[in-house]
């Protein structure tokens, strides 16, 4: 399987606890984006990275969040002393570094808080 | 961010043509826009996008009014398996322009 992967399915944790979800875009992306999902609504946009650059950080993004891309391949996106309000889908997408092109999403991380 | 608004939902009998509309009256001049459909418990799935010309491919066609203020996807056959939620997204109104915009999308129903 060639497309975005991300691990795992799904986290169950206590409030205040941290977790971490892994990201594996496609392999010859050079872009990769992090968005969250509620029940509903549309993925709201996190942050975006180029290569290992963090280029761009959503307001919605506490200092609780913080995403990495060592090396520019995979991604990790860290919440520190999770909150009931941080339960969602947490999805993954990855595209083309030049041209107007499509992403490709992964199946996500759902999390739920308790 | 420049917002698209679509209905809430829709619904289709199979294989007939579904017309998916999006007003997006803020778009900007060089703003792609661009369709993704999520099935239940699924990622957002490409499906089409376009600047000003319409344009076709094998899951669907965009037509784009004149003034770029509104787009309407089109899905010639609905099948059962295009039952899902669809959305129009612009990009978003950052330096980079890179990220999605999406709204609450249009939950389409595919009748047999």
């Known amino acids: 399987d060639t497309g975005v992967s991300q691990n795992p399915r799904h986290k169950i944790t206590k409030r205040g606890q941290n977790v971490t979800f892994r990201c594996d875009p496609i392999s010859e992306h050079n872009r990769l984006y992090w968005y969250r999902q509620t029940l509903g609504q549309g993925p709201e946009f996190l942050t975006y990275f180029q290569n290992e650059a963090q280029l761009e950080k959503s307001r919605l993004l506490s200092d609780r969040f913080s995403a990495e891309r060592p090396k520019g391949s995979f991604s990790t996106l860290e919440i520190q002393r999770t909150e009931q309000g941080d339960s969602a889908m947490y999805l993954c997408a990855s595209s083309r570094r030049l041209g107007n092109t499509e992403a490709f999403f992964g199946q996500g991380t759902r999390l739920t808080v308790v | 961010d420049a917002k698209t608004t679509q209905p809430n939902s829709m619904e289709s009998n199979e294989e007939e043509p579904v017309h998916l509309p999006c007003n997006h009256s803020t778009i900007s001049g060089t703003d792609y826009i661009h369709w993704y459909r999520q099935l239940p418990s699924q990622g957002p799935e490409y499906v089409i996008h376009?600047?000003?010309s319409n344009v076709n491919n094998r899951m669907a066609s965009l037509a784009i009014a004149e003034d770029r203020k509104s787009s309407t996807l089109i899905l010639h056959r609905a099948t059962l398996r295009d039952a899902a939620v669809y959305y129009c997204?612009?990009?978003?109104?950052?330096?980079?322009?890179?990220?999605?915009?999406f709204g609450p999308g249009t939950r389409l129903s595919v009748l047999p």
């Open positions: 376009g600047l000003t």
């Open positions: 997204t612009l990009p978003g109104a950052d330096n980079y322009g890179q990220n999605f915009v």
